[in-house]
């Protein structure tokens, strides 16, 4: 495994092994890894010959400074469980790198990106949008590896991908969890012993609604779902939506759709976390 931290080494890295016919895989990452991260490592190391994996705290993406203050960085440790898993090189540029200007690109992806995050990260996928193409630029890979959890982050970059014409794969890859039911992230480790054990709450409300919406209605289901939160001290739900996975918008009924996808996004203290279940899938 290689480390490389320019696009140029990188890319002279990539068109020796492209010119022998090597298809490659690109994982972008934020670091922090775990093993949500190793699973999507993993994947594209079964479907490509070369992995690439960015690790890049991307500036434009976080809406709140202080969340981008407190980001974990944890090179070394991702470089450890990166090798283990199989990856080819990790790309660890600077921000000069990866904005050497201001980038003033404005994309829209509307009606994708005026809901649930989008609505209350105002610019965060703009920010996701310009480093995810200035990577697939960068690395022109065959196929790029996204995790699930963030929903609506991969329906944005799949229509990114259309809008703009790219000539690769996006793979969409299931949620990892605890073995108890809490969903894998990297914000996580910030929990209190105390918070860790409420934020298990999100998890099973949404697995127990799952067999709930099997006969009650949406709104019955939106409720169930609120009201479990709700009572839950230490929680504070921002929002939870049942949507059409295609175009993100919310449905009235379950017959609108035949792929209905509750997203929600909890705060167990101060600590922002993100989830999502299938009810109806296609
Ligand atoms: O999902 C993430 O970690 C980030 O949003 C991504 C896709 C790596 C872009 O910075």
């Known amino acids: 495994?290689?480390?490389?931290?320019?696009?140029?080494?990188?890319?002279?890295?990539?068109?020796?092994?492209?010119?022998?016919?090597?298809?490659?895989?690109?994982?972008?990452t934020m670091g922090a890894l775990h093993?949500?991260?190793?699973?999507?490592?993993?994947?594209?190391?079964?479907?490509?010959d070369i992995t690439v994996v960015s690790v890049f705290v991307n500036p434009t993406q976080f809406n709140d400074k202080n969340d981008l203050i407190k980001y974990p960085h944890t090179l070394d440790a991702d470089c450890k469980l990166l090798e283990a898993n199989g990856c080819s090189f990790v790309f660890a540029p600077s921000v000069e790198?990866?904005?050497?200007?201001?980038?003033?690109?404005?994309?829209?992806?509307?009606?994708?990106?005026?809901v649930m995050e989008g609505a209350f990260r105002p610019g965060h996928f703009n920010g996701v949008a310009q480093i995810v193409s200035k990577l697939f630029d960068a690395v022109k890979p065959h196929r790029?590896?996204?995790?699930?959890?963030d929903f609506q982050q991969l329906a944005i970059i799949r229509e990114m991908v259309k809008q703009l014409?790219?000539?690769?794969?996006?793979?969409?890859?299931s949620i990892i969890r605890e073995e108890?039911?809490?969903?894998?992230?990297?914000?996580?480790?910030?929990?209190?012993?105390?918070?860790?054990?409420?934020a298990l709450k999100i998890s099973q409300t949404l697995f127990k609604s799952r067999t709930f919406a099997a006969d009650h209605s949406v709104s019955e289901t939106l409720r169930f779902v609120e009201e479990s939160i709700a009572a839950e001290k230490g929680l504070r739900l921002e929002y939870f939506e049942i949507v059409d996975g295609n175009n993100?918008?919310?449905?009235?009924?379950?017959?609108?759709?035949n792929y209905a996808v509750g997203c929600i996004t909890?705060?167990?203290g101060e600590v922002r976390l993100i989830d999502n279940i299938k009810y109806r899938e296609i």
């Open 1 to 28: 495994m290689k480390i490389v931290h320019t696009i140029n080494e990188l890319q002279a890295e990539l068109s020796v092994l492209k010119a022998q016919g090597k298809k490659v895989g690109l994982v972008p």
């Open 144 to 149: 790029a590896y996204f995790g699930e959890k």
């Open 266 to 268: 909890v705060f167990c």
């Open 97 to 114: 790198e990866m904005y050497p200007e201001p980038d003033t690109r404005q994309f829209s992806f509307a009606p994708l990106d005026t």
């Open 180 to 198: 108890d039911g809490l969903a894998l992230s990297s914000r996580n480790a910030r929990l209190s012993t105390h918070e860790r054990e409420i």
């Open 248 to 257: 993100l918008q919310k449905i009235k009924d379950w017959a609108n759709t």
């Open 165 to 173: 014409h790219y000539d690769l794969e996006i793979v969409g890859c």
């Open 35 to 48: 093993a949500g991260h190793a699973s999507l490592v993993k994947r594209s190391v079964k479907e490509n």
